[in-house]
């Protein structure tokens, strides 16, 4: 029972050291507080709309503020730190504050509401809702909710994309109680499912297809071969059909045209025609002669 009475004394002490932080620094635009224990020391983040008025002139006001922290609630070795806010109107402790402050200026709830939504929506959230409760228009308590986009009651997208602030607003009536809930604009919900482009999905593919195939048998290191690869067996395809078709019908026909026009080409150049018939028919006789021969010496021999 010690530790658990422990553990609830230290986030008793967290949440009044909140509650004063947000009365401390309403003027700057309270956006939440984290408090975190390290070995160094309690840290403590403050996220704020205008830093300048929390840290004061040479730190006055932030030496205030750690002296309250170590002294008042006992937190030791505290470390403030200010943080500026990115965009406060997608804040919601912030714009919870803004709006109850509009009602106590006399805005009409209605009017209020809708122009927080409005203001919140047009910044990029994903989805709003404001809820005033209180006695709005006569003596009943009533509650009216604002209500636009996409909004998650329950479960982890609501811890992780959701995010909750609330503000009292203290009118004649009574006080009214100020929630508004925003949705994150880069919120991703499990439903939603992305499907790639034809050329997303073929991109990283392409590259890999080549350099699996072609490097075995290759002396070459991997590197150029992934550069030339691309590029590569559209020219191989190439070289490949002009190898095929031109050249085994050049090696057939070339040689056997050839003699016969050098042939016919030499003596119609060098020698004269009146020659050249005689030069023709010479080897005619030839070689009527030879075959005579043999027979003549095939008949002695018998």
Known sequence: MAGERAFVDINVKRALLREYLKEEVKRAGFGGADI????????????????????????????????AIQFDFGFDKPQVEVVEVENPNLNAQIMSEKLASALERGWHFRRAGH???????????????????????????????????????????????????????????????????????????????????????????????????????ADAPAEPVQTEKP????????????????????????????PKKKKAEAPAKEIPAAEANTQAEEPKKDESEKPTEGANDAVKTE
Request: aromatic content about 4%.
């Open 36 to 67: 975190q224990r390290t070995p160094m020391g309690t840290r403590v983040t403050l996220y704020t709309e205008r830093p300048g008025l929390v840290i004061g002139r040479k730190g006055d006001s932030i030496k205030a503020l750690t002296d």
């Open 115 to 217: 122009s927080t939504v409005r203001r919140i929506m047009d910044n990029g959230a994903r989805g709003c809702q404001v809820i005033i409760s209180g006695k709005l228009t006569g003596q009943r308590h009533r509650t009216e909710k604002f209500k636009e986009g996409h909004i998650k009651f329950c479960g982890e997208p609501k811890l992780q994309w959701m995010e909750e602030g609330f503000t009292p607003a203290k009118l004649k009536p009574g006080i009214i109680g100020v929630k508004v809930q925003i949705m994150h604009p880069k919120a991703r919900l499990p439903d939603e499912v992305r499907i790639s482009d034809a050329k997303e999905a073929s991109e990283p593919v392409v590259p890999v297809e080549p350099v699996t195939v072609t490097p075995a048998g």
């Open 231 to 258: 590029s590569g067996p559209k020219k191989k395809k190439a070289d490949a059909k002009a190898v095929e078709t031109p050249e085994p019908e050049a090696e057939v026909k070339v040689p056997a045209e050839e």
